[in-house]
T-cell receptor
Framework: DTEVTQTPKHLVMGMTNKKSLKCEQHMGHRAMYWYKQKAKKPPELMFVYSYEKLSINESVPSRFSPECPNSSLLNLHLHALQPEDSALYLC?????????????FGPGTRLLVL | RKEVEQDPGPFNVPEGATVAFNCTYSNSASQSFFWYRQDCRKEPKLLMSVYSSGNEDGRFTAQLNRASQYISLLIRDSKLSDSATYLCVVNGAGANNLFFGTGTRLTVIP
């Protein structure tokens, strides 16, 4: 089972709201990732967690706050977002964070910030 | 310079045609290479990894040329279901942070 699940599928929020995106995998993977994808653009890496510890933060603004409560779950907490943050947010996981490991993507959360 | 560059297309080909996509990468220390497929409004899905010796999976053949830092994907006998965006993906050296090309849009026409 190579399934990564994400909730919600769609989210509309105002600039003053606080919301969270959730990602879950039960493949025993120890690396999890958040990507942001704008329309007609490729995914861009935001964060990498390896063994529940943040290992890469690609200079993402602090209004995005990741959290990895356990090896199966990855959250992305959102606060005071801007309209330009509207995008598809993809979660991925891999067996480890070593080079060459295949990343499996979830279906994404489509976020609209008004 | 972008980490990964590929022709965005679009490529419009008839059913049964053979089509090739190319991609170049800038970091000579990159170790892992992939082709992902992304359907409209869906997540990227791994199509195949790319190995130095070249590899084939049914109608799909991937090639890697490390000297030229060039990756290719060949699709033979195109099917309507092959219509999608094909993303060339390269990892950052020594880590598993992936860099995606802009994707090449393929439409297979009946």
């Amino acid at each position: 089972d190579t399934e990564v699940t994400q909730t919600p599928k769609h989210l509309v929020m105002g600039m003053t709201n606080k919301k969270s995106l959730k990602c879950e995998q039960h493949m025993g993977h120890r690396a999890m990732y958040w990507y942001k994808q704008k329309a007609k653009k490729p995914p861009e890496l935001m964060f990498v967690y390896s063994y529940e510890k943040l290992s890469i933060n690609e200079s993402v603004p602090s209004r995005f706050s990741p959290e990895c409560p356990n090896s199966s779950l990855l959250n992305l907490h959102l606060h005071a977002l801007q309209p330009e943050d509207s995008a598809l947010y993809l979660c991925a996981s891999s067996h480890s964070s070593g080079a060459g490991e295949t990343q499996y993507f979830g279906p994404g959360t489509r976020l609209l910030v008004l | 310079r972008k980490e990964v560059e590929q022709d965005p297309g679009p490529f419009n080909v008839p059913e049964g045609a053979t089509v090739a996509f190319n991609c170049t990468y800038s970091n000579s220390a990159s170790q892992s290479f992939f082709w992902y497929r992304q359907d409209c409004r869906k997540e990227p899905k791994l199509l195949m990894s790319v190995y130095s010796s070249g590899n084939e999976d049914g109608r799909f053949t991937a090639q890697l040329n490390r000297a030229s830092q060039y990756i290719s994907l060949l699709i033979r006998d195109s099917k309507l279901s092959d219509s999608a965006t094909y993303l060339c993906v390269v990892n950052g050296a020594g880590a598993n942070n992936l860099f995606f090309g802009t994707g090449t849009r393929l439409t297979v026409i009946p």
